[in-house]
């Protein structure tokens, strides 16, 4: 499975990006796919989650409310909408997959086989 992930960029404070992480290679679909973020220094840190199958969501308490994960099963795409954005969102966002068949949402880096090579996003404030 090779994952891209787009959408990233520079927005000021309050404002919105949406990211994508288009899945290609093997099948997603009865699996899951999560959002982690990384700034330099730190370990990567989980934002969302999804599972592909059932819809069924998991967001770190920083986000709530803010972002919004999602999937086109059809474009085996996952999409990461971030909302009223502030400066402490600024990182480097990686989208990651698991295709083990599962309806749990995976919070943690090790559940997940595949990654993307990240896009940076910069809020300015």
């Known amino acids: 499975v090779q994952l891209v992930e787009s959408g990233g960029g520079l927005v000021q404070a309050g404002g919105s990006l949406r990211l994508s992480c288009a899945a290609s290679?093997?099948?997603?679909?009865?699996?899951?796919m999560g959002w982690f973020r990384q700034t330099p220094g730190k370990e990567r840190e989980f934002v969302a989650a999804?599972?592909?199958?059932?819809?069924?969501?998991n967001y770190a308490d920083s986000v709530k409310g803010r972002f919004t994960i999602s999937r086109d099963n059809a474009k085996n795409t996952g999409y990461l909408q971030m909302n009223s954005l502030r400066p402490e969102d600024t990182a480097s966002y990686y989208c990651?997959?698991?295709?083990?068949?599962?309806?749990?949402?995976?919070?943690?880096?090790?559940?997940?086989?595949?990654w993307g090579q990240g896009t940076q996003v910069t809020v300015s404030s």
């Open positions: 290679g093997r099948s997603i679909s009865s699996g899951a």
């Open positions: 990651a997959a698991a295709r083990v068949s599962t309806s749990a949402v995976f919070i943690t880096t090790r559940e997940y086989e595949y």
């Open positions: 999804i599972s592909w199958r059932t819809g069924r969501t």
